[in-house]
């Protein structure tokens, strides 16, 4: 199974964030999540997809937050509006059994 993040390294502050995870050897048909790093701190859920396609989003960013799929293609994309410095982070796209991808930058900044 490999999972790959891809989208913008560099951001404006107020704009939306896209980002696209690619997945090889598994279906896509299943529970995916976000979670991001900011430096110097822990690991931050931000939400996740089910097999059924519903979505579901920490308190903390439901207001800025969605996430769906496109099955054809085997990925999945976040969309994060409203950004700001304090969502710069390694944002990484992960598989409910435990598959990481390798992670991807994010700097908010003008």
């Known amino acids: 199974v490999q999972l790959q993040e891809s989208g913008p390294g560099l951001v404006n502050p107020s704009q939306t964030l896209s980002l696209t995870c690619s997945v090889s050897g598994a279906s896509i048909a299943t529970n995916y999540d976000w979670i991001r790093q900011p430096p110097g701190k822990g690991l931050e859920w931000i939400g996740s997809?089910?097999?059924?396609?519903?979505?579901y989003y920490s308190p903390s960013l439901k207001s800025r937050t969605s996430i769906s799929r496109d099955t054809p293609k085997n990925q999945f994309t976040l969309r994060l509006t409203s950004l700001s410095p304090e969502d710069t982070a390694v944002y990484y796209c992960v598989k409910a059994t435990g598959d990481w991808g390798q992670g991807t930058q994010v700097t908010v900044s003008s």
């Open positions: 997809i089910s097999y059924s396609g519903r979505s």
